[in-house]
């Protein structure tokens, strides 16, 4: 019983994690330059898609159900409290770098109105920070989980992160033609020092 209630608390609080991350998002929209050029619609709605079924295989139980719900963790407070750690860890990574990005944001792969290249703060640690601040916390929310359903979206997310990746290195290149190569070799996408 107080097993499954702490299992409980941690998943309510890992939830209470990402409605905050969401609420930055939405508070952060307000504050954006204009938009000179945009990824097409195509690739946007199917990185899109792969997200959020991604996120929803690691937040919703209501898939959870056959072989998607076989656990691969064990249900105990160590996991959970590591998960709700790393979680945690991984969102404010995310909000570090939404921040340091300031109004040159974008939920869609952009090149704003006076665009900076931004390379300090985390994007002194990887290109694309803010998915690697989202893939930690999507991570943490997987091992909180523990279920097969969890993998399933953390590969779907990790997919539809590198298909916008893709886009925004290929505006970035455009934008940047002499800055972003360097920028490039010297510093990963997503872990430092490694990928």
């Known amino acids: 019983m107080l ?3 702490q299992s ?3 998943q309510s609080l890992i939830g209470y994690t990402w409605q905050a991350l969401g609420l930055v998002w939405l508070a952060g929209m307000a504050f954006t330059k204009p938009t000179l050029r945009a990824q097409p619609h195509g690739p946007r709605l199917f990185h899109s898609a792969l997200v959020l079924l991604g996120l929803f295989l690691l937040g919703s139980t209501s898939l959870a159900r056959g072989w998607l719900a076989i656990r691969f963790l064990p249900d105990n407070p160590a996991v959970g409290f590591a998960a709700l750690a790393i979680t945690i860890a991984g969102c404010l990574f995310a909000v570090w770098a939404r921040v340091t990005l300031g109004d ?4 869609r792969a ?3 109105a006076g665009h900076q290249l ?3 703060g985390p994007y002194a640690l990887a290109r694309h920070p803010i998915y690697t601040g989202l893939m930690l916390a999507a991570l943490g929310t997987a091992l909180a989980a523990g ?3 969890a ?3 953390l590969l779907l997310l990790l997919l539809g992160f590198l298909i916008k990746m893709s886009q925004e290195e290929r505006l970035m290149m455009e934008t940047f033609p002499q800055a972003y190569p360097a920028y490039r070799h010297r510093v990963k996408a997503l872990i430092p020092g490694i990928l």
């Open 3 to 5: 097993l499954s209630l």
């Open 8 to 10: 409980t608390s941690i």
């Open 104 to 107: 040159n944001w974008s939920g």
């Open 110 to 112: 952009t090149v704003k």
């Open 118 to 120: 931004i390379t300090n």
């Open 147 to 149: 279920q097969l359903r």
């Open 151 to 153: 993998p399933l979206g």
